[in-house]
């Protein structure tokens, strides 16, 4: 899972930055926002197991949930 998610989630990241530097400053709060669930993102991915049984997926899933939900409510309060 990390190796197929983390390069999108990282290009996102980079994309993020570059347009922050030339925008409004709402529009900048707003890719900030972004780019600090982004930063989760990747947080969730570089977790690893932690027991031999333990597997990464499994550690890295409810905080993947957490940031779900987190968007899921932005979105139903009137977010973009």
């Known amino acids: 899972m ?7 989630v990282r290009e ?5 930055k570059k347009r922050s ?3 409004a400053p709402t529009e900048a709060e707003q890719l900030a926002v972004l780019d600090e669930y ?13 027991q031999s049984i333990t597997y990464a997926t499994v550690e ?7 940031i779900e939900a987190s968007l899921q409510q932005l979105s139903t309060k009137g977010g973009r």
């Open 2 to 8: 990390r190796k197929r998610l983390q390069p999108k």
């Open 12 to 16: 996102v990241r980079k994309q993020i």
């Open 21 to 23: 530097a030339t925008t």
């Open 38 to 50: 982004a930063t989760g993102i990747v947080t969730a991915l570089n977790t690893d197991g932690l």
């Open 60 to 66: 890295a899933t409810p905080m993947l949930d957490e």
